[in-house]
């Protein structure tokens, strides 16, 4: 019969509306926009309102049909409860599964997880592990101070004394724009064989260390010569070490130089351009190198300061900023007549990779204008580091002031703030090709302990911004054993390919004297470091005896995960560490914060939480309760959790003795192995097995059926209780095979899916084995073959009831193009198995229903036939409520999951948008559902996410420089035969090769070359079910529209029922909520330092010693590099006339060894 036509201008019938009096009409806000907090109560009449309105709203007709009543739509979900729990009990086969456990009793044990005893295992298993890694750092770093001190300088040592493998030699020699290969190298490189070894996941020669010296130093120095002669005797301690303890890995040392040593020797990743790597700039190094530091960087912005010198300080602030880690403080500042900070922070911050982005962003916008004020810019530096309310590192202080030059000396400042006790650092910086006197920028630093640097071109920013790290390093070398403490660094992506490490780092001192009765020597030669795996720390933890969603986790004292299975970075710069905080890998709340607290003060702890989780496809959040056990881990900045949720107390341990013969036969002759065999697939149903670590012979592969394939070749071999395989992970397989084996025999294999509008039923459990029946149906599967990695299992262990999962829409076709294909639903439920008093879910059971079938069944069940084949009467003179069969063109009915998905439709046009976020569906009744609180939305940030990569900008490092000699160089004629050629070609290659010096890419110049995309932050919006679980109607008011809907939760599902006008207007359609993750440049980081998140420095600080001499502090150079004085020279040299006798000039101290 039909149904009487409306127009968007008329109103319904009924009492006219001037307001709208309940939640979920009138105008609604965006999808940026917060619910009002809950006022008064409402009147009742309100809140009756729409239900008083539904008999009003049958148009004039006798034979019209009306919006269903309230108890109607209650039936109608009823029904399907009652379908979908049919469908489970027949099909699902729980029950039945739960008898075959108890059955087979005989064949397995029920183990308990004890979670203090399991976390203090692992943690002393890790504190082991990394024990072995510092005794081998000591007998390093003693080594590395024994043969310098036995080493004698070499005043006339050339290249060619030199034998030793340059990591850069291959790649140099395959470039023919190489420097090396132009200029013409002198040492006597080594040639090497290599061999590929899995551990370092690189090519390897075990014989020979290998030596990386930077872009921008030359290698034909006398102080890079005597470098490499003395550091080639730890090539035996290296090999020593590897001979006590064959899984170390990379064993490096790091010299104040810049030269890096490292065993085994490998050649060195060649990048896509420019090779910026320095050991003194990676994290490891400068943390090994000196104590925190609060540092405050002042540059003057001045009238003077214009053009090339403004923007060699942006760039040499950028670099300044590189050379701090997590565990340091800064702020920037510029000033001229008053000072202020360059950004939004007002006082120090943490030196983190989204700081100091903020900071080199702001750095960008200075600009040059009034006179100079170093008064006002120094109190404001002092002003900083005395402000005793905020977070700080509390070590080393030190000011960097970056200016042209200037005549005011502020001694009254220095009297007021720093004297007599020095405790602030003051490092200047003259920036540029100026004539002013530097004398009062070196009275500055001499005066308080700092020094004094000059940087007159672009080649000089790196080298003169990192090596005031050797003055901070002083009062360590000074406070000798006491300070010769191993610490642990953040988690970083290696240079050599070796994936996610952490590196323990030791520093080596100089121990020569200048003289007899001399002071003893305070340069700090390098740092040792040796790096360890991740994945090395994650095999000393449980795998698979937690279940699906237990897990284990570590972090360090700023709170930055080492060990989490959602530290997964999409890519990973090795410029920067993999700071990824535990309150960003999971969603934070208060008690996680609580118990972030407690781990990095080191404490023991246990607490039982109620908290958010997301899926593992990301789509989803389910409220679940979790068990979070922590201990330290002794010796080192870490703290290791435990997490447990109360399901994964116990597990199921396979016990097949009964089934294992005293003659050793292979695995592949025990009871239930056959059903893992192709050949019983077509009437057992396909079988997937998880891609685990069974046996160490193992060929891995990302095809199941290949892997099968190679598991199944293996155990013609193997024998049951082989050394070589894992008899838990591989017992429970051949256990699992038969249990899901009798499920088909004892349910499936009997029942006709067709009658039941399904396409395949399926098990899946803890022990690796996902069953789907009947054979066929495998081709469709999609799942991934990991149980543990599938969203479908995992969930279905956090959720009572029955899960539907519908197919991502990105998957589906329209049904005009399915033909003879078909889309599917999961519907999946936990087996959950009593034991005694043990309780556990060893297995997750479902069906996956026909989309087209169940569409109309849907439409049936939410009807009012009173039997399939006989659909409501209605006459002239009856009256009918509308249904979800009939009345399809004017009722939408459908059923959405709990995070916002559409399952199924009556509408035939929207089986191809099943899947989708309902919003991009119907953005109104999406919604107008939010705004009635079925669904409540949670917003989070992903600060491991791969972007395309950005055009170039003018931040990160800057080109190679050319090499700036010391003043013992310029006076050194020796040294200009050997480097004046190579100096000046360099200068004259800039010109040549650089369109802009201050234009760089660090992702390009020390990437890899396949490098194609960049880290970003992305922001996740997930929907999940909000406190609303009852029957609900409410009126959506579009101005002239408006649309009546009722939705309820369906009882022991997933799942939303609605049912709703649809709409006639298109008014009705603004506001539209957003699922879809969008890129994001993360919280305002300005407003995040206002309340930052609890941390701990090193419980170490070496920044003050009372024997500390501070007499070397810096010189201007004697002349900066020319071409003319650079070609005069030349002509010198061509001529032949004889050198004069050079006077004897002591060294720079942190070159001469």
């Known amino acids: 019969m039909a149904v009487p036509a409306r127009t968007c201008g008329a109103s319904r019938p009924g009492p006219a509306r001037t307001a709208c009096p309940w939640t979920g009409c009138g105008p609604q806000p965006g999808p940026g926009s917060r619910r009002p907090a809950s006022g008064p109560p409402r009147p009742l009449w309100l809140l009756l309102s729409p239900l008083l309105l539904l008999p009003l709203l049958a148009a004039p007709g006798a034979s019209a049909y009306s919006f269903p009543q309230q108890h109607t739509m209650q039936h109608w979900a009823r029904r399907l409860e009652q379908e979908v729990d049919g469908v489970m009990r027949i099909f699902g086969g729980v029950q039945q599964l739960r008898e075959i456990y108890k059955d087979n009793r005989n064949l397995f044990e029920v183990q308990e997880n004890e979670p203090q005893k399991l976390v203090e295992k692992v943690a002393g298993d890790i504190e082991s592990l990394l024990d072995r890694k510092v005794q081998a750092l000591k007998r390093l770093a003693d080594a590395a101070e024994n043969f310098q001190k036995a080493h004698r300088w070499q005043d006339n040592i050339k290249e060619e004394d030199i034998v030793y493998y340059d990591a850069k030699a291959d790649a140099e020699l395959d470039d023919p724009e190489s420097e090396d290969v132009e200029r013409g190298s002198k040492a006597s490189t080594l040639r090497l064989d290599f061999i590929e070894d899995p551990n370092f996941k690189n090519k390897v020669n075990y014989s020979y260390t290998a030596v990386q010296i930077p872009t921008d130093i030359y290698k034909g120095s006398t102080v890079i010569l005597n470098e490499l002669n003395w550091t080639e005797a730890l090539e035996n301690v290296f090999m020593e070490n590897r001979r006590q303890d064959p899984t170390l890995l990379w064993q490096v040392f790091g010299s104040a ?49 214009s053009g090339l010198t403004l923007k060699l300080m942006k760039t040499s602030v950028c670099e300044m900023l590189d050379t701090l880690s997590d565990d340091d403080y800064v702020n920037v500042a510029s000033f001229n007549e008053k000072a202020q900070p360059v950004s939004c922070f007002t006082h120090l911050v943490q030196a983190n990779v989204r700081n100091k982005k903020v900071f080199k962003e702001a750095v960008q916008g200075m600009v040059a204008k009034g006179t100079t004020g170093y008064k006002a810019g120094f109190e404001y530096a002092f002003d900083q580091l005395q402000n005793s309310n905020i977070t700080r590192a509390n070590c080393n202080k030190m000011i960097m002031m970056f200016t042209d030059g200037g005549e005011d000396r502020v001694q009254d400042v220095f009297e007021k703030y720093n004297w007599p006790n020095r405790t602030v650092r003051v490092f200047t910086f003259s920036v540029g090709q100026h004539n002013y006197d530097v004398t009062p920028l070196q009275w500055m630093a001499c005066a308080n302990k700092g020094y004094y640097f000059e940087i007159p071109s672009i080649g000089a920013i790196r080298i003169n ?158 409220e679940v309760t979790r068990n979070y056990t922590w201990v330290p881990i002794r010796s ?65 592969s990302d095809n199941n059926t290949e892997f099968l394939k190679n598991f199944i070749e293996l155990m013609e071999k193997v024998t049951p209780d082989s050394k070589q395989c894992n008899n838990f992970l591989l017992h429970n397989l051949i256990l699992d095979t038969g249990i899901t084996q009798q499920l088909v025999e004892r349910v499936w294999r009997d029942q006709d899916l067709n009658t039941y509008s399904l396409l395949a039923v399926f098990a899946a459990t803890d022990g690796g084995i996902t069953r789907v029946f009947p054979n066929k149906a495998a081709e469709d599967w999609t799942e991934n073959p990991e149980p543990f990695n599938a969203s479908f299992y995992r969930r279905s262990l956090d959720n009572h009831g029955y899960v539907f999962k519908p197919p991502h829409q990105d998957a589906l076709l329209r049904p005009l193009e399915l033909e003879n294909d078909t889309v599917g639903i999961l519907v999946s439920t936990a087996v959950e198995l009593s034991l005694g008093r043990r309780t556990l879910r060893p297995a997750v059971v479902g069906v996956k229903l026909d989309l087209e079938a169940w569409a109309e069944k849907f439409k049936v069940l939410a009807s009012n036939r009173t039997h399939q084949d006989q659909p409501q009467q209605c006459g002239p003179n009856s009256h009918c409520e509308m249904d979800c069969e009939v009345n399809n063109e004017d009722l939408l009915c459908v059923l959405i999951d709990d995070g916002g998905f559409l399952v199924l439709s009556n509408q035939n046009h929207q089986w191809d948008q099943v899947g989708r976020f309902f919003s991009e569906v119907d953005a109104n009744l999406m919604l107008a559902l939010y705004n009635n609180s079925f669904y409540t939305r949670k917003e989070s940030y992903d600060y491991q996410a791969a972007c395309a990569p950005q055009p170039p900008g003018n931040l990160g490092a800057a080109p190679r420089g050319v090499f700036v000699p010391t003043v013992a160089d310029f006076l050194n004629l020796a040294w200009w035969t050997s480097a004046a050629a190579w100096s000046l070609f360099q200068q004259l290659l800039y010109g040549l090769i650089y369109h802009s010096w201050f234009q760089a890419d660090p992702a390009e110049a020390e990437g890899s070359p396949e490098t194609r995309e960049s880290s970003c932050v992305m922001k996740q919006t997930q929907y999940y079910f909000g406190s609303v679980n009852a029957s609900y109607n409410a009126i959506i008011d579009c101005g002239n529209c408006s649309r009546l809907f009722h939705a309820q939760r369906l009882t022991n599902t997933n ?99």
């Open 465 to 622: 911004t990192q090596e005031y790290l050797d003055v901070l390093g002083r009062p360590m070398v000074l406070a000798g054993k006491e300070a010769k403490q191993v610490q642990w660094t953040n988690v970083y992506e290696d240079a050599l390919g070796l994936g996610l490490v952490v590196t323990g780092t030791l520093p080596v001192f100089n121990l020569t004297q200048d003289g007899p009765g001399e002071k003893k020597n305070q340069l700090i030669l390098g740092v040792m470091g040796i790096d360890v795996a991740l994945n090395d720390i994650k095999r000393l933890t449980p795998n698979y005896t937690l279940g699906a969603n237990g897990y284990v986790f570590a972090i360090d004292l700023n709170g930055y995960v080492l060990l989490h299975p959602n530290l997964k970075p999409q890519t990973t710069n090795f410029r920067e560490p993999v700071t990824l905080d535990f309150l960003d890998a999971e969603l934070e709340d208060e008690n996680k914060e609580e118990i972030r607290r407690s781990m990095i003060d080191g404490n023991k702890g246990h607490k039982q939480i109620r908290t958010l989780v997301k899926s593992l496809d990301e789509r989803y959040i389910d």
């Open 257 to 305: 130089t810049g030269v890096t040593r490292y065993y085994p020797a490998t050649p060195w990743r060649a990048p896509k351009k420019i090779d910026l790597y320095d050991v003194r700039r990676r994290p490891w190094y400068i943390q090994g190198a000196s104590s925190p530091k609060d540092m405050v960087i002042i540059v003057d912005v001045s009238g003077s300061v």
């Open 636 to 700: 080192t900045n870490y703290s290791l959790g435990l997490v447990l949720p109360p399901y994964s107390t116990f597990y199921l341990q396979a016990n097949l003795s009964d089934q294992i013969l005293q003659v050793k036969l292979p695995i592949s002759k025990l009871k239930d192995f056959e059903f893992l065999l192709p050949s019983s697939f077509e009437s057992e149903g396909h079988v997937f097995i998880a891609p685990r670590e069974y046996c160490k012979d193992l060929n891995a």
């Open 1055 to 1153: 799942l939303l029922f609605v049912v709703a006008e649809k709409p006639l207007c298109s008014q009705c359609e603004a506001g539209r909520l957003l699922q879809k993750e969008t890129h994001s440049d993360g919280p305002e980081q300005c407003e995040l330092v206002q309340r930052p998140r609890y941390r701990r420095g090193p419980h170490i600080c070496f920044d003050y010693n009372a024997t500390e001499d501070t007499s070397d502090c810096g010189r201007g150079a004697s002349f900066p590099p020319s071409l003319g004085v650079l070609v005069s020279l030349q002509l010198l040299l061509l001529l032949g006339l004889p050198p004069r006798p050079q006077p004897q000039v002591r060294i720079h101290a942190s070159r001469r060894l």
